[in-house]
């Protein structure tokens, strides 16, 4: 992978990872369109550093509330930021079970898939399309709820399905209201990747051939600045703006992959 293909694909992951449109199905698009040949794992460690970028972004965005997290947890007591952290805790383990076991089957994916990357941008039009026809409701995020979107967020790793999409329609659904689904769905993400990134570092084999650094500096750098001038913006969006529309134009995306791998 060249460095001016780095640099396309790092913006649309820091444009995309905040709009309910699967960024990792625009990524596997974008490298298909890009005619990058990198083998499914250094393709998989490249999606993953640059989610690490865009994560990054997202403590910089919400600093304030991870400080009052942090802060809460310090106080050895069981107050809200306890509890909070808690659900975080929760929402994170079908996604790591999923990490730790089918990393491999799910590496395959990561490699120029686009008829698999189509099907999912169309269920996680589908599935946008049923949260923006449910009822809203004030609800927060309990323990249950915080498993199943938890839940959802392991079945997102697959390219295609959005996972802030896919966590935000499904506590939706749930009842909870679209906003505290959003800031839930965001700080959830962040332990979660920053473990991914690490353990991909740590199993890289040094005695293969070495990704290249260079365009891995370069997508990083790309969907951090993109992502820290999108974060609020995309939120405040997801949060007004009607799910239908994410809706539609997923279903239009995953339409165009679906032609172009059966083409």
Same mark, same amino acid.
Do not use: H
């Given at each position: 992978?060249?460095? *001016?293909?780095? *640099?396309?694909?790092?913006?649309? &992951?820091? *444009?995309?990872? #905040?709009?309910?449109?699967s960024s990792s199905g625009h990524l596997e698009l974008g490298k298909y369109l890009l005619g990058d040949t990198s083998m499914p794992k250094e393709s998989l460690l490249f999606t993953i550093v640059l989610h690490a970028a865009t994560a990054l972004s997202t403590m910089v965005v919400f600093r304030k509330d991870i400080a009052e997290i942090l802060n809460g947890l310090l106080a050895f007591k069981n107050n809200e930021a306890t509890q909070f952290?808690?659900?975080?805790i929760l929402s994170m383990i079908p996604a790591a079970l999923v990490g730790l076991f089918l990393e491999d089957a799910i590496s395959q994916f990561f490699h120029r $898939?686009?008829?698999?990357v189509g099907l999912l941008l169309c269920f996680t039009g589908l599935l946008l399309?049923?949260?923006?026809?449910?009822? &809203?409701? $004030?609800k927060s995020v309990d323990y249950a709820s915080a498993f199943w979107i938890g839940?959802? &967020?392991?079945?997102?790793?697959l390219p295609g399905i959005s996972r802030s999409g896919?966590?935000?329609?499904?506590?939706?659904?749930?009842?909870i209201d679209k906003e505290k689904a959003a800031k839930f769905s965001f700080l959830m993400v962040i332990p979660l990747i920053l473990g991914s990134m690490a353990k991909s570092f740590l199993a890289l084999d040094?005695?293969?051939?070495?990704?290249?650094?260079?365009?891995?500096?370069?997508?990083?750098?790309?969907? #951090?600045i993109t992502?820290?001038?999108?974060?609020?913006?995309?939120?405040?969006?997801?949060?007004?703006? &009607?799910?239908?529309? #994410?809706?539609f134009y997923c279903i239009i995306v995953g339409g165009l992959a679906l032609s172009i791998a059966l083409g």
């Open positions: 992978m060249d460095g *001016l293909s780095a *640099l396309i694909l790092g913006i649309i &992951q820091g *444009l995309t990872e #905040f709009l309910p449109v952290s808690l659900k975080i $898939n686009l008829l698999a399309f049923l949260a923006d026809r449910a009822k &809203q409701t $004030n839940s959802m &967020q392991a079945v997102a790793i896919a966590t935000i329609a499904t506590a939706v659904l749930l009842g040094t005695s293969a051939t070495t990704p290249a650094i260079l365009p891995l500096v370069i997508g990083s750098i790309a969907a #951090f992502g820290l001038l999108a974060c609020r913006w995309m939120i405040a969006l997801v949060k007004n703006a &009607q799910l239908k529309y #994410f809706s």
